[in-house]
């Protein structure tokens, strides 16, 4: 299996925004390690190419998001400076090729975590606040008929990430019972609870950074960290407006235009 020449083959189709078949129909035997090692090959391309690397998510920490995707654990994928959106910019449906948008909480940590052994103390004590927000998911395997390696290949099927301006801190905030709705054109689509990141989306970034100690990757100080989905991803498409409103931390706002 090679993983470069995979690794590109994902490379090309986000760079064209095509589609391509999933890499596990010719590679049954493809295994979790064998995935990752496939996204850090991107992760390596990036960086070369100057891309800046801003944080980490964690994903399919959701039993909702488990479920849309027919996995059962999580995953993570890097996050890099071409993927932010500021407050109030526009998401180009020109640069996806087939969308879907997730309200997750984001950490900004201030303290380098590194596993194993990483805690819910030590995610507290290394939080510096946290944000709302609203991942853009994305897939270059066609119509989204993925398998768990296929998604982490994928870099987490990550796209574009908006943060809400609003800061909060970490001790301010119920972890396990603030609520979140998910709002597309003012209609409710979705609401969900902390709760079902993971039982508590502190617990998700411990749970990340220790799954990153098997790759020896730290979540460093100054790092983004997305703690996953409280709900099932919802696809959209140009002329859409998404709102992520969570209890006590206010909200992140997307606008997506061809």
């Known amino acids: 299996?090679?993983?470069?020449?995979?690794a590109e083959k994902l490379y090309d189709a986000e760079k064209k925004r095509s589609q391509?078949?999933?890499l596990t129909d010719d590679f049954p035997e493809m295994s979790v390690e064998d995935a990752y090692q496939i996204q850090l090959a991107n992760v390596k391309r990036r960086l070369e190419q100057g891309e800046k690397l801003v944080g980490l998510k964690i994903g399919?920490?959701?039993?909702?998001?488990?479920?849309l995707l027919h996995v059962d654990r999580p995953d993570y994928g890097h996050l890099f400076d071409t993927m932010l959106l500021t407050e109030?910019?526009?998401?180009?449906?020109?640069?996806?090729?087939?969308?879907?948008v997730e309200g997750e909480i984001t950490f900004h940590i201030n303290?380098?975590?590194?596993?194993p052994g990483i805690t819910i103390a030590d995610v507290y004590e290394a939080t510096d606040f946290i944000m709302p927000s609203i991942e853009i998911v994305d897939s270059r395997i066609k119509d989204w008929k993925i398998k768990l390696p296929d998604t982490i290949a994928d870099n987490g099927s990550s796209a574009r990430i908006m943060c809400g301006s609003n800061f909060s801190r970490l001790e301010d905030i119920d972890?396990?019972?603030?609520?979140m709705i998910l709002e597309k054109n003012g209609e409710l689509i979705n609401s969900g609870a902390a709760a079902e990141v993971w039982g508590n989306p502190v617990?998700?970034?411990?749970?990340?950074?220790?799954?990153l100690a098997d790759f020896h990757i730290p979540l460093k100080a100054g790092s983004l960290v997305m703690a996953g989905a409280f709900t099932a991803a919802i696809p959209v498409q140009a002329g859409d407006?998404?709102?992520?409103?969570?209890?006590?931390?206010g909200s992140a706002t997307v606008k997506f235009v061809e």
């Open 60 to 67: 399919l920490t959701s039993k909702a998001m488990q479920e």
């Open 111 to 115: 303290k380098t975590l590194e596993g």
């Open 1 to 6: 299996m090679d993983y470069f020449k995979l």
């Open 88 to 100: 109030g910019e526009v998401c180009h449906m020109s640069e996806l090729i087939q969308p879907k």
């Open 203 to 211: 617990a998700s970034v411990a749970c990340l950074a220790n799954m």
């Open 241 to 249: 407006c998404v709102t992520a409103s969570f209890t006590n931390m």
């Open 175 to 179: 972890m396990r019972t603030t609520g």
């Open 20 to 22: 391509v078949g999933r």
